[in-house]
């Protein structure tokens, strides 16, 4: 569509929608949802950015949603400034909007693409390194855990397998083999399911970032395919919160369960919760909107700060920015970053589940700029991340010379990195350099690898083509 239409198309909806719930926050989110599928399908690129910003919007607004459309109150509706928390978090957005396209131009200007190779991998490496890394997931993370020094990088491979499983997808897509992608969506979907933490939101993103990518509006096979994982999400995601707490009760007595019987053990919860009652079920859905609008302790310490509490004036992001940049390879001592249900209390006031029963509650990033720099100064550093991020997405593209790699790395790095709006500045900013460093870094220097092999072997081939011209034109 033409910037016009898109636009006349946006206030008429924003019409309807502001006519239809008297709400003026949920038409003002709108435009936010429009300029980040607008302005973040970069050019060259996976859309995985418009769509880590569509999960990140939906965090900040579905509690508004949910209202109009059952008339259910979320928790944060009972905060005093849950408006004002919105309004920022809807501004973050923007924020990260302008700044990624910045970072995108700059980066655009001064390096130039190289020559792009589509295929990277044969069929038969690409598959036994996936399925290699999907046996032995397990038991990676042990060992990052018991080795704490080495714990980032470890953590941080682990994730290629995401990148192997996106390259798989693309491929059986591009080819339209949709059942055999499906086979591979459910086999991580259910592993994800069996674990401690909710491991099957990342493998329905990226088959979503898939689609998205090879999208023909014409074709029915990708409407229904699209809307069959989209539905997935929703049902998925309710179902996990309701077998949620009984899936991690005593989960390390279950340690020792094969695959079978800890499928057996998920299985049984799952048909438990769905044969009980309406309510029990509305209950789950209640549960998983305030789990995903996290607005309402940020709400709390928004409202005491500045008025009980004074500014901290940075201290938060120093800590967070120092805690990021020692390394804890070459600092053992290390301490571990201040668990947020610590900052929870401090800033709200709320004696809320913390380290004593091994529980986090979240604090994310917009909150802890509010209590550093107030408003508008907790935009700035946003804005520079944003910059930094938009600069890193883009060098990717360029500096990576197969395709497949580059679209691969990209997908998993920002996802993981930019689509979670209630993370903290340490650990948005430890996860996305974690990344960048060891899971891109690995990722360049096998695509140089494989580069410098490709073109050795043209060399070698085109100096036979040459031979072979010599000899004809002497015969």
């Known amino acids: 569509m ?86 920022i978090g809807l501004v973050c957005v923007l924020t990260f909007v302008g700044g990624i396209r910045l970072g995108d131009y700059l980066v655009s200007r001064r390096m130039k693409q190289q020559s792009v190779r589509e295929t990277s991998v044969a069929w038969s490496t690409l598959l036994v390194t996936y399925f290699a890394i999907l046996a032995f997931r397990g038991a ?38 949709f059942a055999a992608a499906a086979g591979f969506v459910i ?4 592993l994800g399911m ?76 799952a048909e438990a919760w769905w044969s009980g009652n309406t309510e029990d079920k509305m209950i789950s859905v209640d549960a998983l909107v305030d789990r995903m609008w996290d607005v309402y302790y940020p709400a709390l310490a928004l409202a005491r700060v500045p008025a009980t509490l004074p500014f901290e004036g940075g201290k938060l992001m120093m800590e967070a920015v120092q805690h990021v940049l020692t390394p804890r390879i070459l600092v053992p001592s290390k301490a571990d970053v201040e668990s947020d249900s610590l900052q929870v ?52 593209l360029r500096a990576l010379r197969h395709r497949e790699l580059s679209v691969s790395v990209v997908t998993v790095i920002f ?11 340490a650990k948005m900013l430890g996860l996305s350099l974690t990344m960048i460093v060891y899971l891109g870094g690995i990722t360049f220097l096998f695509d140089r690898y494989l580069a410098g092999s490709l073109d050795a072997a043209d060399e070698l081939a085109a100096a036979a083509a040459e031979g072979t011209d010599h000899a004809h034109t002497r015969a």
Not at 187 to 190: G, L, R, T, W
């Open 415 to 425: 996802w993981m990195s930019l689509y979670s709006y209630n993370r903290s500045w």
């Open 2 to 87: 033409r910037l016009w239409d898109e636009v006349f198309a946006l206030g008429f909806g924003c019409l309807i929608v502001g006519t239809l719930t008297d709400q003026w926050l949920l038409t003002a989110s709108l435009p936010v949802l429009w300029a980040v599928w607008r302005f973040l399908r970069l050019e060259g690129a996976p859309p995985v950015l418009a769509f880590a910003f569509s999960y990140h919007w939906g965090q900040v607004v579905i509690g508004l949603f949910y209202f109009a459309l059952t008339g259910r109150e979320p928790m944060a509706l009972s905060a005093e400034r849950y408006v004002d928390m919105v309004a």
């Open 187 to 190: 086999v991580e979907v259910v």
């Open 194 to 269: 069996t674990g401690f933490f909710a491991e099957f939101r990342e493998p329905l993103f990226i088959a979503a970032v898939v689609l998205a990518e090879q999208f023909d509006y014409r074709k029915l096979r990708h409407w229904v395919s699209l809307s069959a994982i989209g539905t997935a999400m929703l049902v998925i995601g309710v179902i996990w919160i309701g077998i949620r707490g009984s899936q991690r009760e005593n989960i390390d007595e279950r340690s020792g369960f094969s695959l079978s019987q800890r499928l057996t053990y998920t299985s049984g919860l």
């Open 140 to 177: 990676l993370r042990d060992f990052a855990w018991e080795n704490q020094g080495l714990a980032q990088g470890i953590l941080a491979i682990t994730y290629v397998r995401f990148a192997l499983f996106y390259l798989i997808l693309r491929r059986l897509v591009r080819v339209q083999r």
């Open 345 to 396: 209390r401090r800033y709200t006031g709320m004696m809320v589940a913390g380290p004593e029963q091994n529980t986090t509650i979240s604090f994310g990033y917009e909150i802890q700029g509010y209590i550093d720099y107030g408003v508008p100064g907790l935009f700035v550093p946003v804005f520079l991340y944003a910059v930094f991020m938009g600069a890193a997405f883009r060098f990717f």
